[in-house]
Structures are given as C-alpha cells and as structure tokens.
C-alpha cells in the first residue's frame, strides 16, 4: 500500500463527512480500504511468522497457528 493510497482513502473519508461520495467513489474507496486491510494483515503475520516465545528455561519456541 502506498502513501499515496492512503492518502486517497484519507480524502475519501473526509469527503465523505462533508458531501457524500459518488457510487463510483463508494467502490473505489471500498476497494482501496480492503487493500488496506490486506496490507496491515499481511504485515502482522509476517511479523509473528518470525516470533518467539522464550520459557523460563531460557528456551526458545516458534509460535504456531492456533488451529480452529
């Protein structure tokens, strides 16, 4: 997601507030807030792909998916 994305969804949202969007607005600011999402998602699990637990005994373990 580039800054520049985010600075769309940012007017989208203010304009929004103050007169109301388009339909076509409505999609496009639809579809850049779930490339958002995506992105912040993406970026949380790459970040606990690569966490580890440690225990009292100084042993380090991978977190695992929690399954369900």
């Known amino acids: 997601m580039t800054q520049e994305q985010i600075d769309r969804i940012n007017t989208l949202a203010h304009k929004a507030e103050a007169v109301g969007l388009t339909p076509?607005?409505?999609?496009e600011r639809a579809v850049?807030?779930?490339?958002?999402?995506?992105?912040v998602l993406g970026n949380l699990k790459g970040q606990l792909d690569h966490?580890?637990?440690?225990?009292?005994?100084?042993?380090?373990?991978k977190l695992k998916q929690k399954e369900g």
């Open 32 to 39: 850049l807030r779930r490339a958002y999402i995506d992105s």
């Open 24 to 27: 076509e607005e409505e999609e």
């Open 51 to 61: 966490t580890y637990i440690v225990d009292e005994q100084g042993n380090k373990r």
